[in-house]
Every structure is written in structure tokens, then in C-alpha cells.
């Protein structure tokens, strides 16, 4: 008479499922390794590609011109320092920062200015007397901020 045998809790399950699920698994390790050789394969071939066409990619690519601005404050007494400063990108070191204030319709050169840094920063200082609201922003290599409002009190 045969005993009831109870399979334990992990399984010892049927022997030749494991033989199968171990030759799958050998054969989709196979199969990735195939298809990851292939692939090498080819980004050798893109790179040899890539390296014979290195100066007319190098020609294409062109970095847009552009400044930000951002300022210390907002609301300020008249004669107060108010700091602007941003980034710029695709704009060489030592190029020109100009402030300018926007006077009825007309964008007027104000005089404050200074020069992008090795990282692309810059840093200006602007006082000014008169008593209102305004508008700042920086001009360099032709590329323009957009404004930063200013409020200046008594």
C-alpha cells in the first residue's frame, strides 16, 4: 500500500519540468547573447560610419544663442543696488552683458555693464533715481532677455 505523500511547501514538483525550464533558460541566455553580439556588431559598424562623416555632423551642429536674466529685487527705495544676473549659452567668455531700460516704446541703453564669465554667467548691478515702474533686460552678442520688472520707491 502507497503512503500519501505530501509535496512540501516549496515544491519538489515533476524533475523533468526543471530539465526543460533549465534548457529554456540556457537557450534564451543563447539567444540574448546572440542578439548582443549583433548589436555590438553593428554599433562597431555605425561608429566606423560616423567617423567617415565626423565633418559633416561637426558642420551641422549649431548651438543657439540665448541670455536669461533674474534679479535680486523687485520693490527697492530709489539709489538701491539691485543685482541682475543669469546665464547664457553659445555666447563666447568676455562678451559684452549690456543693461537697457525700456522708456515709453523704446528699448534705451542703460549704463550698467559687464562681461559673460568662463561658464556662461554673468553679474551686473543697476541703481537708478527715478521713482516708478520699470522695465530691465540684458543684451548680449544680439540676443536679448526677456524683461524683469522693477519697482522703484521713494
Do not use: C
Not at 511547501?9 to 524533475?15: I, K, S, V
Not at 560610419?49 to 558642420?59: C, L, M, N
Not at 541670455?67 to 549659452?89: L, M, Q
Amino acid at each position: 500500500m502507497r503512503r500519501a505523500h505530501k509535496e512540501p511547501p516549496y515544491g519538489r514538483g515533476n524533475t523533468n519540468m526543471h530539465k526543460s525550464f533549465g534548457r529554456r533558460i540556457v537557450a534564451v541566455g543563447a539567444g540574448l547573447g546572440l542578439a548582443a553580439g549583433a548589436y555590438i556588431g553593428i554599433g562597431a559598424l555605425q561608429a566606423d560610419a560616423a567617423t567617415q562623416h565626423t565633418s559633416t555632423a561637426a558642420a551641422a551642429v549649431v548651438v543657439k544663442k540665448s541670455v536669461t536674466v533674474d534679479a535680486s529685487d523687485w520693490i527697492v527705495p530709489r539709489w538701491s543696488k539691485v543685482r541682475y544676473f543669469g546665464k547664457t549659452t553659445g555666447i563666447a567668455k568676455g562678451t559684452k552683458v549690456q543693461v537697457q531700460r525700456l522708456e515709453g516704446k523704446k528699448w534705451v541703453t542703460f549704463p550698467a555693464s559687464t562681461t559673460v564669465t568662463s561658464k556662461g554667467t554673468y553679474s551686473v548691478y543697476v541703481s537708478s533715481g527715478r521713482v516708478g515702474k520699470f522695465q530691465f533686460r540684458v543684451v548680449v552678442a544680439g540676443v536679448a532677455s526677456k524683461p524683469s520688472y522693477l519697482t522703484i520707491t521713494k
